[in-house]
């Protein structure tokens, strides 16, 4: 007779992370943030639990998150959702692919320009405008040492502003630091996020 063998507990909850890194204790004002998005979101980002070890981090990183994608623009919230996706597809990012492809769907209430934006933007219907943002997103992530003023100008002669150009250029970095950061750790995105806006 053969002895039964013990079998591997397996989490419901998936690890956000491939590091093992415990929450720190979180002040009230972060407890009160998390339950705004859960609240507002219908759950927790994971990106935000990933961060929750060490709270300056989390401050650091939700600060300029929110300053980027929700302050004031000339760049709408879906143009910002646009450029984090471009620039997750040329970086492969599972996590803000996931993520922000599922914001994309929601904000343009068009299931088919979120997956083209996930695979190849250009393959969207755009303005050309938009396709110009894009374009100089991409540029920045792939190469950024070959932009030059004509980059920019090209940017104004579509009709960004100055300050536009630096709201483009922002996002895309950003999504680049984020984008990496997720790579290394393997963060891992929400479940929800695969059937929003579908």
């Given at each position: 007779m053969t002895k039964p063998q013990k079998t591997k507990k397996v989490s419901s909850q998936p690890a956000v992370t491939a590091l093992n890194l415990p929450q720190a204790e979180l002040s009230e004002?972060?407890?009160a943030y998390f339950a705004k998005a859960k609240e507002k979101l219908g759950l927790l980002p994971n990106v935000l639990a990933a961060?929750?070890?060490d709270e300056k981090k989390l401050r650091a990183f939700t600060d300029m998150y929110n300053d980027l994608m929700l302050g004031d623009s000339g760049l709408s919230k879906l143009?910002?959702?646009m450029i984090?996706?471009?620039?997750?597809s040329v970086n492969h990012c599972y996590y803000c692919l996931t993520a922000h492809g599922a914001a994309v769907r929601q904000l343009s209430g068009d299931p088919a320009l979120g997956e083209m934006m996930v695979?190849?933007?250009r393959a969207a219907d755009l303005t050309e405008k938009q396709?110009?943002?894009l374009d100089f997103a991409v540029m920045l992530t792939e190469s950024p040492s070959m932009i030059e003023e004509a980059d920019r100008q090209a940017l104004r002669d579509v009709g960004f502003s100055d300050r536009d150009i630096w709201d483009i250029a922002a996002t895309a970095a950003f999504f680049n630091m984020s984008n990496r950061v997720a790579a290394a750790v393997d963060m891992r995105p929400n479940a929800e996020y695969h059937g929003m806006a579908r």
């Amino acid at each position: 007779m053969t002895k039964p063998q013990k079998t591997k507990k397996v989490s419901s909850q998936p690890a956000v992370t491939a590091l093992n890194l415990p929450q720190a204790e979180l002040s009230e004002g972060t407890k009160a943030y998390f339950a705004k998005a859960k609240e507002k979101l219908g759950l927790l980002p994971n990106v935000l639990a990933a961060y929750a070890f060490d709270e300056k981090k989390l401050r650091a990183f939700t600060d300029m998150y929110n300053d980027l994608m929700l302050g004031d623009s000339g760049l709408s919230k879906l143009e910002r959702e646009m450029i984090a996706v471009a620039v997750s597809s040329v970086n492969h990012c599972y996590y803000c692919l996931t993520a922000h492809g599922a914001a994309v769907r929601q904000l343009s209430g068009d299931p088919a320009l979120g997956e083209m934006m996930v695979m190849n933007y250009r393959a969207a219907d755009l303005t050309e405008k938009q396709k110009a943002m894009l374009d100089f997103a991409v540029m920045l992530t792939e190469s950024p040492s070959m932009i030059e003023e004509a980059d920019r100008q090209a940017l104004r002669d579509v009709g960004f502003s100055d300050r536009d150009i630096w709201d483009i250029a922002a996002t895309a970095a950003f999504f680049n630091m984020s984008n990496r950061v997720a790579a290394a750790v393997d963060m891992r995105p929400n479940a929800e996020y695969h059937g929003m806006a579908r």
